[in-house]
């Protein structure tokens, strides 16, 4: 196996003060390749921090194991562990200053001094903080914070970087602003990320693969346009982004197609792909790919309704159309300001067949 | 009349009005004893206690090394007593540290119930009598007292321990009393360290005790270094502990003065003895404030 990182079958229970049990994480496997960005999204709650703490060896798991290089590091404790972590608050050591919690892990080692000042020095300048080694924690911003933490946890060239929520504690402008610094900084170092949080927005841009986990389970697993364009199930299309959904059940099947009614009373045939006849299904359609008022229709699901709510975003417009017998449609959709729908307006949205996306419905 | 008529002004005499009060009370009822005390330390004793108003350094001498010639030859004796009350009190200073510091982590984890009902047990000692419960203390460890008993009952010990009146009984009474001082500020300090700091550091690569060393003690030593200053100095003066648990063995400076005044009837030599007990407690703080703005430049200059 060529995987930096494998995790198999990890399971963790806690209990709470009420008695109760929580799995944490519940039968989870994954793998890391090299120089991979692996995110791991998910609510709060989700088991995705039990995840990384396991890894990072300040879990232990109740079965499963771990391993890092070909390495089975379930027994290492945390300080042996080939991995570094950027915790969720940085927790910077505030008694020390820049430069001294940068080289710490060196200083530990007991690394040359001439090498720790040469490679303090690279890792400030890596990650821009040239010249703040003397400064105290204190007198830094959360950005700059940030970054310290960064280069503290880099500094020891760990074989894979643990990010704990690190951006969540930075404001929107800035935290734009660090992921791409980070995704450009793991181009440039080339080690593997593993990245938590509960931004799917965070998690699409920066990633090469997102797991996505609820109830300790991986729901899951692939690329940020996989899962976003095809995502499984319900719970998944839900958290990555706005939606919306219809019911319906495949009607005929034939060897490439399938024929979907839907229950408002559209039908429409998508590739038949794993789909059954008689299956209940449901219809995910993202909002930005939503045509409004196309001239000439062929193909794809058509709905008439009217305007009921406008956002102005900026770069789009968001309109609420109510559509009769349905939940009202979320549509983004960029125009012109001279075409800005209004409120009240009777409109018609248009889905080309590649936008439908269909998920097998195990709720009904 | 002024008046006040910005918001500031009004601020600034509010102020005023509060401060002065606490400032004049302290002047009087500190500042003016403490200046009769210098005084009296540098004057000759009456015959029947008082003071006689002729100026005389030999106070300071009979304890540094110049006494008075005529009437005796210089004794090590008072500085003797006063290195004995430096390590007693040092002594008292560790072991309270010793008990205070594994307590005041193991407390600070505990949930917020709990956490109360444990500090309210740190304090509860305050509600009693000191004497009451140094009085309290021989009865445990005078010979046939309950430690004593309970030792021999267990066949741990053959004959009785001596305790009471040594040393060890006047550091134990001494520990006890002050035990409350050493872990308010050492748990202050500690409920403030954050524990993601530890799993950092080992995260970096640092063991446990490497961890402590570089990160749980520094970020500790301010409690650790308060509640050490908080003890030293009411132990090093301490006169109440050694006289009920020390009898007249252990003599510490604190009785000495206490004698000096009562007894001996030499207030000039009690006052330079309490000199001597302030100047040392003074140098100590000096010694201390100097080191903590060292450390924040060496801090600022790496």
């Known amino acids: 196996m060529t995987d930096l990182l494998e995790i198999e079958h990890a399971t963790k229970r806690f209990a709470t003060p009420e008695g109760h049990h929580i799995t944490a994480l519940d039968d989870v496997s994954l793998s890391v390749g090299e120089n991979e960005f692996l995110t791991l999204l998910g609510p709060s709650g989700c088991g995705k921090t039990t995840l990384l703490r396991a890894i990072s060896g300040f879990e232990d798991l109740d079965s499963g194991m771990i391993r890092i290089d070909g390495n089975d590091v379930s027994e290492w404790p945390a300080h042996q562990r080939p991995v570094n972590t950027v915790f969720q608050k940085y927790a910077l050591f505030p008694h020390l200053s820049v430069a001294r919690n940068v080289a710490y892990s060196l200083e530990i080692a007991r690394t040359p001094k001439q090498e720790i000042q040469t490679r303090v020095g690279e890792m400030l300048e890596l990650v821009g903080l040239d010249g703040f080694g003397g400064r105290k924690i204190t007198q830094l911003s959360g950005g700059q914070q940030q970054r310290v933490a960064l280069a503290r946890s880099l500094i020891a060239r760990p074989k894979i970087l643990l990010l704990d929520e690190p951006l969540?504690?930075?404001?929107?402008?800035?935290?734009?602003?660090?992921?791409?610094?980070?995704?450009?900084?793991?181009?440039?170092?080339?080690?593997?990320?593993?990245?938590?949080?509960?931004?799917?927005?965070?998690?699409?841009?920066?990633?090469?693969?997102?797991?996505?986990?609820?109830?300790?389970?991986?729901?899951?697993?692939?690329?940020?346009?996989d899962l976003y364009r095809r995502p499984s199930s319900i719970f998944v299309a839900e958290f990555l982004g706005g939606n919306n959904m219809f019911d319906g059940h495949v009607a005929t099947c034939d060897a490439h197609d399938a024929r979907l009614d839907l229950t408002l009373g559209q039908s429409v045939a998508v590739p038949k792909r794993n789909l059954t006849e008689g299956q209940a299904i449901k219809l995910l359609i993202r909002p930005e790919d939503v045509i409004i008022n196309a001239p000439n229709v062929s193909g794809g699901l058509t709905f008439t309704g009217t305007v009921s709510e406008t956002y102005f975003v900026g770069t789009d417009y968001q309109l609420v159309v109510n559509i009769p017998n349905a939940d009202p449609m979320r549509v983004t959709t960029r125009i012109g300001f001279a075409q800005a729908p209004t409120i009240g307006a009777d409109i018609t949205l248009t889905v080309p067949t590649d936008a439908i996306h269909v998920i097998a419905d195990k709720a009904a | 009349m002024w008046k006040p008529n910005s918001l500031a002004q009004r601020r600034k005499l509010m102020l005023f009005g509060l401060l002065t009060p606490p400032t004049i009370f302290l002047a009087i009822f500190f500042i003016v004893p403490l200046g009769i005390m210098i005084v009296y330390s540098f004057l000759e004793p009456g015959l029947y206690g008082g003071v006689v108003w002729t100026f005389s350094d030999l106070n300071y001498g009979r304890i540094l090394g110049w006494a008075d010639s005529k009437y005796e030859k210089?004794?090590?004796?008072?500085?003797?007593?006063?290195?004995?009350?430096?390590?007693?009190?040092?002594?008292?200073?560790?072991?309270?540290?010793?008990?205070?510091?594994?307590?005041?982590?193991?407390?600070?984890?505990?949930?917020?119930?709990?956490?109360?009902i444990f500090l309210f047990l740190i304090t509860l000692p305050f509600f009693v009598s000191l004497v009451v419960r140094l009085f309290a203390w021989v009865l445990i460890l005078r010979p046939t007292g309950f430690l004593n008993q309970a030792l021999t009952g267990m066949g741990l010990v053959n004959a009785p321990l001596e305790i009471i009146y040594t040393?060890?009984?006047?550091?134990?009474?001494?520990?006890?009393?002050?035990?409350?001082?050493?872990?308010?500020?050492?748990?202050?300090?500690?409920?403030?360290?954050?524990?993601?700091?530890?799993?950092?550091?080992?995260?970096?690569?640092?063991?446990?005790?490497?961890?402590?060393?570089?990160?749980?003690?520094?970020?500790?030593?301010?409690?650790?270094?308060?509640?050490?200053?908080?003890?030293?100095?009411?132990?090093?003066?301490?006169?109440?502990?050694?006289?009920?648990?020390?009898g007249a063995k252990v003599l510490m400076i604190g009785n000495l003065i206490e004698q000096q005044f009562l007894s001996a009837r030499n207030w000039p030599f009690g006052a330079a003895l309490g000199m001597m007990v302030m100047g040392s407690v003074l140098f100590l703080l000096i010694y201390y404030v100097k080191l903590l703005s060292r450390e924040d430049q060496t801090a600022e200059a790496n």
């Open chain 2, 167 to 246: 040393d060890l009984a006047v550091i134990i009474g001494m520990t006890y009393v002050f035990i409350p001082f050493m872990f308010l500020p050492l748990y202050a300090s500690v409920e403030k360290l954050d524990m993601s700091l530890i799993e950092a550091s080992a995260d970096l690569g640092a063991t446990k005790l490497q961890t402590f060393r570089r990160v749980i003690l520094p970020a500790t030593l301010p409690g650790i270094v308060g509640g050490s200053i908080i003890v030293f100095i009411p132990a090093l003066g301490n006169f109440i502990v050694p006289s009920i648990l020390g």
């Open chain 1, 168 to 225: 969540s504690a930075l404001d929107k402008n800035l935290r734009h602003k660090m992921q791409q610094e980070l995704k450009s900084l793991q181009d440039e170092i080339g080690i593997s990320f593993v990245f938590v949080t509960h931004d799917q927005e965070e998690a699409l841009t920066m990633s090469d693969r997102i797991a996505v986990l609820a109830h300790g389970k991986i729901q899951q697993l692939g690329s940020p346009e």
């Open chain 2, 74 to 116: 210089f004794d090590p004796v008072y500085l003797g007593i006063m290195l004995t009350s430096v390590r007693l009190a040092g002594l008292t200073v560790l072991s309270t540290l010793f008990i205070c510091y594994p307590a005041a982590f193991w407390i600070s984890r505990m949930n917020e119930e709990k956490k109360n």
